[in-house]
């Protein structure tokens, strides 16, 4: 075993060793660091998470009625295709993207390149345009920031070493593949918090509420409690988390008209 071991690539090492960084790391951490957009810390978090257990029951008395719950599928479609087509236009976006709406009751929203999709559930959760434009924002994010390509690409090494390893000494691709998905899922929840941060930009560029981003993630934070737990196997940051960030970036647009968000030559 350790003969084989000598054997591995050093991509193999790369990946174990980055895993274990950010497993060491982590817990200590004051601030959950971000490149892009406002600092949280988890201070922060653990007050929210508090106020939002204590909000709970009562939210629960007083919820809300969805407006597009009774649409259709045609109604969900053109809502989504005209929030998007506004925002891209406004943001001065080059991509050519097709919006869709999915039959789904996940409570989800996705991009993939030239596609941005909606669940019927996520449109059945939102309460506003202005929401609706906060969680399409966010997806146009993504794709204008290139994430689904960045993913792709930070999660070959991974799936390469694990064959490898793998056909070097079985059972051990396994191993590979868990250390080095800690480092891709770190990666996407950087991601995610680029695509918050922007998406609220477009949204507030194309004239709806910033302030609505911090609503949505407080409903899922009341409706979803699973989603205010974000350990280091989750793709995403917590809820709270993000409804935090939503309001620092919300607060930061206050009084101000149309921003330049133009990447920095």
């Known amino acids: 075993m350790l003969a084989a071991t000598k054997r591995f690539p050093s991509v193999i090492y790369s990946i174990i ?41 009562q939210y629960k008395k007083s919820r809300l009625q969805h407006p597009y719950a009774g649409k259709s599928a045609a109604q969900h479609e053109e809502i989504v295709n005209r929030i998007g087509s506004r925002i891209l236009n406004e943001s001065g976006s080059r991509m050519d993207v097709n919006f869709k709406v999915d039959k789904s009751e996940a409570v989800n929203a996705a991009a993939s390149p030239g596609q941005i999709v909606v669940s019927t559930g996520m449109m059945r959760f939102v309460q506003s345009e202005d929401e609706l434009a906060a969680v399409i924002g966010h997806e146009i994010a993504h794709l204008e920031k290139g994430h689904v390509t960045k993913t792709m690409i930070a999660s070959a090494p991974v799936i390469i070493g694990s064959m490898a390893a793998e056909k070097i000494a079985p059972g051990s691709g396994r191993v590979v593949q868990m250390g080095g998905s800690i480092f891709v899922l770190k990666f996407s929840r950087d991601m995610e918090r680029e695509a918050d941060y922007y998406g609220i930009l477009y949204a507030h560029n194309a ?35 993000r409804m935090i960030r939503a309001r620092k970036i919300a607060d930061g647009l206050k009084g101000k008209g149309k921003v330049d968000i133009s990447p920095a030559k």
């Open 17 to 57: 060793i980055m895993a274990v960084i950010l497993l060491a790391s982590a817990p200590g951490c004051e601030y959950l660091e971000t490149a892009t957009g406002p600092q949280v810390t988890r201070d922060e978090i653990r007050r929210q998470t508090q106020a939002t257990e204590a909000r709970r029951e």
């Open 207 to 241: 004239g709806y509420d910033a302030s609505a981003g911090i609503n949505v993630w407080e409903r899922f934070a009341l409706e979803l409690p699973e989603s205010q737990q974000a350990g280091i196997f989750s793709s995403h940051p917590s809820s709270t988390e």
